[in-house]
């Protein structure tokens, strides 16, 4: 987390009498007019607005530029004064670089990027790679660009093209220090080898974990969905260890709750091109991947009918193998999970509705207590039209449920409990009377 900046009232002293008199006399000494200075007026009101801008510019980065700055507007110079508040800004965006991590630039550059580099860089493309590490945003890039085309057309670093006054000054210095100059921090961006190479390693601890899960949340969006975006495919991978798939499990847990919009869809994308490519192992790999992560949601409707069917079968084979009173519980708790992740789609429901029901009731032989909490939650959570079918179900004599809670006593007892856990305001009129008289 970036620390908080306390902003400081800067105090100008007032200008002395002498100075904007030895204006007008420096000009008269001269032989020209003093109009092809600043006016006095000018000179009073940019001099005025000056404190409310430095005010913004934190204490370590108020050194010799800003002073000379300062100096420059308190005689009118304002091309000079632009040209140094501009090379305050570019010098502070180059530290926000370095901070970044030059050899990590390198690495997103696919490119040798040392300080050499950085200090060649001509003012726009630095801009361009502020902007491509997240430094400085749209707005920033838009209105630093069109500074660096004032300062390069009317500021004392070249021959200018005309002159500037007080507020198109003020204008020129806002956007400097809002964009540059007003935040000393920056992103730091990510090793790729080294996190690479972490996750494809052995299982991470908490610790180590925690460490990566933070770095990556403290780098710029842009790298950080590079990233995401990475461990999705070594996840994927068949090849892929499982030391490290869980490692990669774990860091996008740390991150999924920060997922931006653009990071989702860079995920459905790369996971529709594993369905497009007919790589089924990747696919399947995938599917687990939206699902251990709790984003079945931004699945489409077929692809989350294969994730609950999945389990929804899993869990009817355990409770019809042997000894399924041990072997239930893990099975209820994952369809549980996948259920909490969104509406069971409507083509899966009758089978979804069914089994759960089947599973509470249990068999001639009991139910698996272990399991029942599942079963109650997902109950509770019934829709009205999944609450229809239940119903249906049990009044059917042909049906798996029907016929339990026919030829049994405590399947009968255990459906009345179950039924007895939903609102009776989720209950249709359709089948309102066969409900009231399983529950009597």
């Not at 494809?200 to 990566?212: A, L, S, T, V, Y």
């Not at 933070?214 to 090849?239: F, K, S």
Request: aromatic share 8%; net charge negative; hydrophobic share 40%.
């Amino acid at each position: 987390m970036n620390d908080i900046i306390v902003k400081e009232d800067v105090n100008l002293p007032a200008l002395p009498n002498t100075v904007l008199p030895a204006i007008a006399e420096l000009t008269a000494a001269l032989g020209i007019p003093r109009e092809v200075l600043a006016s006095q007026e000018e000179i009073e009101y940019a001099w005025r607005d000056l404190p409310r801008e430095l005010r913004e510019i934190p204490g370590d980065l108020r050194g010799e530029l800003i002073a000379r700055m300062c100096v420059a507007v308190s005689t009118g110079l304002f091309d000079g004064a632009m040209n140094y508040s501009w090379n305050a800004a570019i010098l502070q965006l180059r530290q926000k670089i370095r901070n970044f991590g030059l050899a990590v630039v390198a690495q997103i550059q696919q490119n040798d990027f040392e300080e050499k580099h950085l200090l060649e860089l001509q003012d726009s493309r630095l801009l361009d790679l502020c902007l491509k590490l997240n430094i400085i945003n749209e707005d920033g890039f838009f209105f630093l660009d069109q500074c660096r085309e004032v300062r390069n057309n009317f500021s004392a670093a070249h021959p200018t093209m005309g002159t500037v006054n007080d507020r198109e000054f003020t204008t020129f210095l806002n956007r400097c220090v809002r964009y540059a100059l007003a935040d000393s921090s920056s992103p730091r961006g990510v090793d790729i080898s080294a996190f690479i190479s972490a996750t494809k390693g052995p299982r991470f601890n908490g610790h180590q974990c925690q460490i990566w899960v933070q770095r990556l949340t403290e780098t710029h969006d842009a790298q950080r969905q590079m990233l995401v975006n990475m461990v999705h495919g070594i996840y994927c991978d068949p090849a892929t260890a499982e030391p490290a798939r869980l490692n990669a499990i774990d860091i996008c847990t740390g991150l999924s709750g920060a997922f931006t919009s653009t990071i989702k869809s860079d995920l459905i994308n790369n996971h529709s091109d594993y369905v497009a490519k007919g790589l089924e192992d990747k696919h399947t790999a995938s599917l687990q991947f939206f699902e251990k992560l709790g984003l079945l949601g931004l699945l489409n409707e077929s692809e989350q009918h294969v994730v609950f069917s999945r389990a929804i079968d899993r869990l009817w084979n355990v409770h019809n193998g042997m000894n399924n009173f041990y072997n239930e519980p893990p099975f209820a708790e994952r369809l549980l999970e996948v259920t909490q992740q969104g509406a069971v789609p409507e083509t899966i429901q009758d089978g979804f509705v069914q089994t759960v029901a089947c599973c509470r009731v249990g068999n001639g032989y009991g139910v698996s207590n272990a399991a029942v909490p599942y079963y109650d939650e997902m109950i509770q959570s019934f829709s009205p039209r999944e609450v229809a079918t239940l119903v249906r179900a049990a009044v059917n004599n042909t049906s798996t449920i029907g016929r339990r809670i026919s030829n049994n006593g405590s399947c009968r007892r255990n459906l009345k409990t179950a039924l007895e856990l939903i609102d009776p305001a989720s209950v249709s009129n359709s089948v309102k009377a066969d409900y009231d008289r399983l529950t009597r």
